[in-house]
């Protein structure tokens, strides 16, 4: 049973993996670049990002600890911190590595990376888009087109009424008439009755 074993095996023993990944460690940490396998380099991303956190908080322990993770190597510690106190990774919080597959190595088609260090600044994410405005010179022609709907409105309704208006002068005028047709026939009856009076007497 392997309790309390972790990580990957790498085909070798426990002391051979440690010094491996050590080695490897320190090269990144050198050359800001390494080519490896890519169980490798998956193994050791976890210490370099250790060892870099230790970099950022720049204490004597840190220091110490950093010392005794890359095997008393006190130059290389002295490098890593000062680049880091100068500003570097200054605006990374973690992922300080960056793997690409370069394809398969021939021999025993084992899957190859290239590993580096991300020293660049960390792009900042794009802000949403505003909502676009619309231009003054669509809000001024809707705006016309608006007025010139409601001016059309009123018109329609002004001609309504002035239709209703000379409707009912006409229905008037055709009632007066009436009425004084109606006057002048009782006129008329009226005046043959005093006559068939006159005769009678």
């Not at 090269?27 to 050791?44: D, F, M, P, Q």
């Not at 010139?148 to 055709?174: D, F, G, K, S």
Request: hydrophobic residues 40%; proline residues 2%; charged residues 40%.
């Amino acid at each position: 049973m392997r309790h309390n074993y972790k990580g990957r095996k790498l085909g070798t023993d426990s002391s051979h993996t440690k010094a491996m990944k050590r080695s490897l460690v320190k090269s990144l940490l050198y050359n800001e670049r390494i080519k490896t396998v890519e169980s490798r380099a998956k193994e050791i991303r976890p210490d370099v990002d250790k060892i870099i956190t230790w970099a950022k908080k720049g204490d004597l322990h840190s220091r110490r600890l950093a010392i005794a993770a890359l095997g008393n190597d006190k130059e290389l510690v002295r490098q890593v911190f000062e680049k880091v106190e100068q500003g570097l990774f200054a605006d990374r919080n973690g992922g300080y590595t960056r793997i690409m597959k370069l394809g398969y190595r021939k021999g025993d088609n084992a899957p190859m990376v290239i590993m580096e260090l991300c020293t660049e600044p960390v792009a900042k994410k794009a802000e949403k888009a505003a909502p676009k405005k619309v231009e003054p010179k669509k809000v001024e022609a809707a705006a016309e087109e608006a007025e010139e709907a409601v001016e059309a409105i009123e018109e329609a309704v002004e001609a309504e009424e002035t239709a209703e208006v000379a409707e009912a002068e006409e229905v008037a005028e055709e009632a007066e008439e009436v009425a004084e047709e109606a006057a002048e026939e009782a006129a008329e009856e009226a005046a043959e009755e005093a006559e068939a009076e006159a005769d009678a007497e």
